[in-house]
C-alpha cells in the first residue's frame, strides 16, 4: 500500500521541476525527515530539495519573532506578576507551584485567539459570584484571592507587551501575531506554492492562517486519513475533519489525501500482558521473530505510548535488529546522577547544627557514580559506609565524616564546606563537582556517563545564568525548586541515522510515517488516551464558552493518531497490561473495545493473553546432608562452643543456623534511626551490669540499691551512647526510647528494693562467661557449650540463674512437660535456654540443685518467671536437681549426635 508521503509527493509533481516554488508544511520535524527522505529516493536529477518546514517553524518565519525557553519563560513571567499583580506578592519559590498553569493558560488563549480581557473578566465575576452576599464577612484569604483573579488580565497584558517589545515570544504570541502578518507574508512570498500535508486537530490561530493560503489560492491541503471514521458522524478520530469540511468553504466539500484504507485486510493481534517491564519482554521475542520471518526491519516501527518504557524496551530489543532509531531523548531525570545531585540536595536543606541526616549520607556513598568516583580518589566506599555505620550517628558532621576516612579534599568537594551556602555558590559547586566527576568516568572510558554529566552541566551553567540574570531565587530551597523544573525538560538526544534501522518512538512523532508492521505498548486508560487532566486556571464550562479545547478534543486527538497510525498496517500488535493501577495506566484502552466491535475491523483481531513462564519447583525435600566439608566446619564450631542461642535456632530454623552459624552469613547493616529491639535489650544488660558489678560477692541491702537508683540514669544514657546514638544528639523518638529505658530501670530497681527486703540475696556474679567441654560419647573431637549469664545470685540459700529479657515471656513458654519437648520446635526455647545455663553453672561450680528464671522488662510485675519442669506429680517444679541436670544432658547429646550424624542431614524440609 503506497505511503502517505508518496501520495502527495504524487499529487505534487513541482517539488521535482520547480523546487524553488515550493514548500511543504508538516506536523513535526520528524515527519519532515522522512518527506526529504522520499523526495531523494524518487528525485530523477540532482536539485536542491523544496523548503520543508514543521508547522511552528512555518509559523515563527511568518511571526518573525524568536520563542523563549520555558524557564526563561517563567522568569518573565514572575517579573510581569511583581509589575502587575497584586499588592500583596507570592514569592518566587511558591509562584513556581503555578506560574507554569498560567503560563500554559496564556499559551492556549493565544492560540485559540480568545479575547483575553473578556475572558479574564468573566473568570473574575465567576470568583466573585461564588462569594456573593459575604462581602462583609470575607475573610483577608478571600479577598487576597479575588485580587489574584482581577489581575490576570494586567499581568497577561504586560507580559506580553514586555516580550514583543523585544521581538520575543510564547509560543501562543507566535501564532496569534502570525494570524496578522500572513497578508504581508503572502506578499513577500508571491512565487511560492505551500503544501499543507497530515494535520488534523488545527487550534484557531492555525486554522485562519491555513484558510487564508487557501483562500488565496497559494496553498494545498491534504489529509491523512481514512473516510470511514471521516463519514462516520459519532467516531473521535474524524471529529476535527467533519468540524472543518462544515466551517472551511474553502475545502469545497472534500479533503484531499483521504482513502478507504481499512478495507483492505489486515492482522490485528489484542496482546494483553502483565505490567511494563512484560511488554518490553515480549515486544523483544516479537521482533526476533518478525526479523527471521522475513519482515524488513526499515517497515518495522515500535511506538510507545508510554516514553517511560523506553529503558527496558531498549534492553529487550535483540541483537539482529542491528541499528535502532530512536526518536525520543532519553530523559536526564531518570539517570543515576539525578539522584546524586537531589541527594546532595536533600543533604543541604535537612543539615542541621549536629550535621548531614546520616541515612540520605549513606545513600550518597551507595550511588554507583560516587563509588567509581571515590575508588578513583583513592577512597574504599565500603569501608567509609561501615564507618558511619558503626557510629551509627542520626547525624553526621563534616569532622566525624572526615575522621570516618573520607580525605578533607575529597569531603569538600562531595559536599560544601559552608553546609548553608548561598544559591549562587551552591552551583559553583555542583559545577566542580560535575568536573571532577568527568575526570573519572573520562578515565575509565564511560562514554554515557559523560553525556550525561554534560547535559547535567549544561543545566547548571543555566541556572547560573538565570540567577545572575534575576535576582529571585536567593536560598537553597529556591534553587532546588528551579532545578527541578530544568531538569523535567533536560534529555540525552540518542545519535543515528535517524532513516534506517528499526524505528522506535513515541505517539507524536509517528505522525505522516507509515509503517507494514507497527507494535503498540501501554494501550491502557490514562495512558492512551491520557484521561481527564485538568490542570488549568480556567473552568471547563468557561473553556466550552471560549471554544477552547476540553478533554473531550483532547481524547479525539488521541483517537485520530492511533487510527491514523494502524490504517495502512499489515500487522499489527497492540498491546495492554492486565495488571493495570495507577503509575501504569488504568483498564484496557477503549481503542481495545473499539476494535473489537467495529464491524469494518473485528474480523481482523486476534486475542492473546500471554504470561511470564515461572520455572516449575521440584516437588521434594530440600536437604543439606553433611558432607565431609560441613561436617568440618561444624566441628571448628563446636570447638568454639556453641551458644544456647545458637542451640535453640539450630532447633527451631536450622536453615538460619546453616547460614548465620555456619556460613556467618549475617543481616545487612544498617543505620538505625530509632533503635531497634536488639539494642534496646543490650542497653539494658550494659547498664544493669555496670549497677551490680560493684556488689559482686555482697549481700544486697537496701542501700545498695539505692545507690544504684541514683546511678541509673546515669548508666543508661552511658550505654545508651555506646551503643546507640554515640556522640550524637539525643532527640525525637530516641529521646522518648530513652526515657523508656530509664522507666525500665526504676520500675525494676523498684522491684528489687522489695524483692531484697523479703529475702536474703547474696550477688555472686554478672554477666559471667562460662566454656566448658560437653561430652558425646563415641566422638573422637572435643565439643564445648558456652554462655553469658545475665546475673547468679543466691537467696536464702538457693542458686538462682537469671536471664534478662527485653520482650515479653508467658508462662508457657517456661513450662517443661517432658525433655523431648525442648528440642521439638520453638515454643519451649526460653526454657530450653535457662536450662542450658543451668547446665553450664551446675557443671562448672558442682551444686546439688538450683533454680532458673528469667525476668522480663515487658512485664516486670511478674517478677521472676521460673522454669518448671511438669514431668512428674509431687515434685517442686521449679527445683532443677542433679538428676534434671543429667536428663537434660542426655537431651543436648542427641541433638548434638544427629548434628554431627555423617549420614544425617543438618537441613531436611519437606
Same mark, same amino acid.
Given at each position: ?7 502527495? *509527493? ?39 530539495? $523544496?523548503?520543508?518546514?514543521? =508547522? ?28 502587575? /499583580? ?28 480568545? $479575547?483575553? &480581557? ?25 479577598? %487576597? ?72 489560492? %497559494?496553498?494545498? =491541503? ?63 521475542? *516479537? ?69 548531614? %541526616? ?10 554507583? !557514580? ?34 570516618? /576516612? ?124 491520557? /484521561? ?65 466491535? !467495529? ?53 527451631? &530454623? ?9 556460613? &556467618? ?18 542497653? *539494658? ?7 551490680? %558489678? ?10 545498695? =540499691? ?70 558425646? $560419647? ?11 549469664? !545475665?546475673? =547468679? ?95 537434660? &544432658? ?21
Amino acid at each position: 500500500m503506497q505511503s502517505f508521503l508518496d501520495s502527495v *509527493l504524487d499529487e505534487i509533481p513541482e517539488w521535482e521541476s520547480s523546487s524553488d516554488t515550493v514548500v511543504f508544511i508538516v506536523p513535526s520535524k520528524r515527519s519532515g525527515f522522512f518527506l526529504r527522505q522520499k523526495m531523494a529516493a524518487r528525485a530523477s536529477r540532482t536539485l536542491i530539495a $523544496p523548503r520543508v518546514l514543521s =508547522i511552528e517553524e512555518f509559523v515563527a518565519d511568518i511571526a518573525g519573532l524568536s520563542l523563549l525557553s520555558s524557564t526563561d519563560l517563567l522568569f518573565r513571567l514572575y517579573q510581569s506578576y511583581l509589575d502587575a /499583580g497584586p499588592e500583596e506578592k507570592e514569592g518566587f519559590n511558591d509562584f513556581i507551584g503555578w506560574g507554569n498553569t498560567l503560563l500554559q493558560d496564556f499559551n492556549e488563549i493565544d492560540r485559540y485567539l480568545v $479575547p483575553a &480581557e473578556s475572558l479574564f473578566e468573566t473568570l473574575a465575576a465567576l470568583n466573585e459570584i461564588r462569594h456573593w452576599g459575604e462581602a462583609d464577612s470575607l475573610t483577608p484569604l478571600i479577598q %487576597r484571592q479575588l485580587e489574584f483573579w482581577k489581575h490576570f488580565w494586567p499581568i497577561y497584558e504586560h507580559f506580553r507587551a514586555s516580550l514583543l517589545s523585544e521581538g520575543l515570544a510564547y509560543s501562543g504570541i507566535l501564532f496569534r501575531e502570525a494570524t496578522k502578518k500572513v497578508p504581508a507574508y503572502l506578499e513577500e512570498y508571491q512565487q511560492q506554492q505551500f503544501v499543507f500535508l497530515g494535520f488534523n486537530a488545527m487550534n484557531a490561530a492555525e486554522q485562519f492562517i491555513v484558510r487564508e493560503f487557501l483562500s488565496a489560492g %497559494r496553498a494545498k =491541503i491534504f489529509w491523512d486519513a481514512d473516510r470511514s471514521f471521516i463519514e462516520d458522524p459519532i467516531h473521535d478520530a474524524g471529529l476535527f475533519m467533519r468540524q472543518h469540511l462544515k466551517q472551511w468553504p474553502e475545502l469545497q466539500g472534500a479533503l484531499q489525501g483521504t482513502g478507504n484504507y481499512w478495507e483492505s485486510p489486515r492482522e490485528i493481534h489484542l496482546v494483553g500482558l502483565p505490567k511494563a517491564v512484560s511488554q518490553a519482554k515480549y515486544c523483544g521475542a *516479537l521482533i526476533q521473530d518478525l526479523l527471521q520471518s522475513g519482515t524488513p526491519v526499515d517497515r518495522l516501527a515500535v511506538v510507545l505510548a508510554d516514553e517511560g518504557l523506553l529503558q527496558p524496551m531498549l534492553h529487550s530489543i535483540p541483537a539482529s535488529a542491528g541499528a535502532v532509531n530512536i526518536t525520543m531523548g532519553y530523559p536526564i531525570s531518570g539517570s543515576s546522577f539525578a539522584q546524586v545531585f537531589q541527594t546532595i540536595f536533600e543533604l543541604l536543606l535537612e543539615y542541621r547544627p549536629s550535621g548531614y %541526616r546520616t541515612s540520605k549520607l549513606l545513600n550518597l556513598l551507595a550511588e554507583p !557514580d560516587i563509588i567509581l568516583w571515590l575508588k578513583g580518589e583513592g577512597v574504599r566506599p565500603e569501608q567509609l559506609r561501615n564507618q558511619l555505620l558503626n557510629a551509627n550517628f542520626s547525624y553526621t558532621s563534616p569532622d566525624q565524616l572526615i575522621e570516618a /576516612g573520607l580525605p578533607s579534599a575529597v569531603a569538600n568537594m562531595l559536599l560544601p564546606e559552608n553546609p548553608k551556602p548561598k544559591a549562587a555558590n551552591i552551583i559553583q559547586h555542583f559545577l566542580e563537582l560535575i568536573e571532577a566527576l568527568k575526570e573519572s568516568f573520562s578515565e575509565k572510558g564511560e562514554s554515557l556517563g559523560l553525556a550525561y554529566l554534560h547535559r547535567f552541566f549544561k543545566l547548571f551553567t543555566r541556572l547560573d545564568s538565570l540567577l545572575r540574570t534575576y535576582g529571585f531565587v536567593t536560598d537553597l530551597k529556591g534553587l532546588h525548586n528551579l532545578y527541578k523544573e530544568l531538569l523535567a525538560e533536560q534529555q540525552v538526544d540518542f545519535e543515528g541515522e535517524p532513516l534506517k534501522g528499526l524505528q522506535l518512538m513515541g505517539m507524536l512523532e509517528s505522525r505522516n510515517l507509515d509503517f507494514d508492521t507497527v507494535i503498540l505498548t501501554s494501550v491502557n486508560e490514562g495512558i492512551l488516551p491520557a /484521561g481527564k487532566s485538568h490542570a488549568s486556571f480556567i473552568p471547563y464550562a468557561l473553556k466550552k464558552q471560549y471554544e477552547m479545547p476540553t478533554f473531550k478534543e483532547k481524547d479525539a486527538v488521541y483517537t485520530y493518531h492511533f487510527y491514523r497510525l494502524l490504517q495502512r498496517a499489515k500487522k499489527i500488535y497492540i498491546c495492554y497490561n492486565t495488571e493495570p493501577e495507577v503509575l501504569e495506566g488504568s483498564e484496557p484502552s477503549r481503542f481495545i473495545q473499539q476494535l473489537r466491535t !467495529d464491524p469494518l475491523l473485528s474480523p481482523y483481531v486476534r486475542e492473546h493473553a500471554i504470561a511470564p513462564q515461572a520455572p516449575r519447583i521440584q516437588e521434594g525435600k530440600f536437604s543439606i546432608p553433611n558432607s565431609p566439608a560441613l561436617l568440618e566446619r561444624l566441628k571448628e564450631l563446636g570447638e568454639r562452643g556453641f551458644s544456647p542461642t545458637a542451640l535453640s535456632r539450630l532447633i527451631a &530454623e536450622p536453615m538460619v543456623f546453616y547460614t548465620r552459624n555456619v556460613l &556467618e552469613i549475617q543481616e545487612s547493616d544498617t543505620l538505625e534511626s530509632t533503635i531497634a529491639h536488639n539494642t534496646f535489650g543490650t542497653v *539494658l544488660h550494659e547498664a544493669l551490669e555496670q549497677l551490680y %558489678r560493684p556488689y559482686v560477692g555482697d549481700l544486697l541491702q537496701s542501700q545498695h =540499691i539505692s545507690d544504684m537508683q541514683t546511678k541509673a540514669a546515669g548508666a543508661i544514657e552511658t550505654a545508651y551512647q555506646k551503643h546507640y546514638l554515640s556522640h550524637s544528639r539525643i532527640e525525637g523518638r530516641n529521646l522518648i526510647a530513652l526515657e523508656v529505658l530509664k522507666q525500665y530501670a526504676r520500675l525494676f530497681l523498684q522491684a528489687e528494693m522489695t524483692y531484697i527486703k523479703n529475702h536474703r540475696v547474696r550477688l555472686l556474679a554478672v554477666e559471667e562467661k562460662i566454656k566448658l567441654p560437653f561430652p558425646i $560419647p563415641n566422638l573422637d573431637f572435643p565439643v564445648f557449650l558456652k554462655g553469658t549469664v !545475665d546475673r =547468679i545470685e543466691e537467696v536464702d540459700g538457693q542458686i538462682h540463674i537469671i536471664d534478662y529479657k527485653s520482650g515479653a515471656v508467658t508462662s508457657s513458654q517456661l513450662r517443661v512437660p517432658s525433655w523431648e519437648e525442648l528440642i521439638n520446635g520453638d515454643k519451649r526455647a526460653k526454657a530450653f535456654q535457662l536450662l542450658c545455663y543451668s547446665w553450664l553453672y551446675a557443671r562448672h561450680s558442682e551444686c546439688d540443685s538450683l533454680q532458673a528464671a528469667n525476668i522480663s522488662f515487658k512485664n516486670l510485675s511478674m517478677g521472676r518467671q521460673w522454669v518448671r519442669l511438669a514431668m512428674e506429680k509431687g515434685r517442686d517444679p521449679q527445683r532443677i536437681s542433679q538428676s534434671d541436670v543429667i536428663a537434660f &544432658e542426655a537431651v543436648l547429646q542427641a541433638l548434638l549426635r544427629a548434628l554431627f550424624d555423617p549420614e544425617g542431614a543438618l537441613v531436611a524440609q519437606p
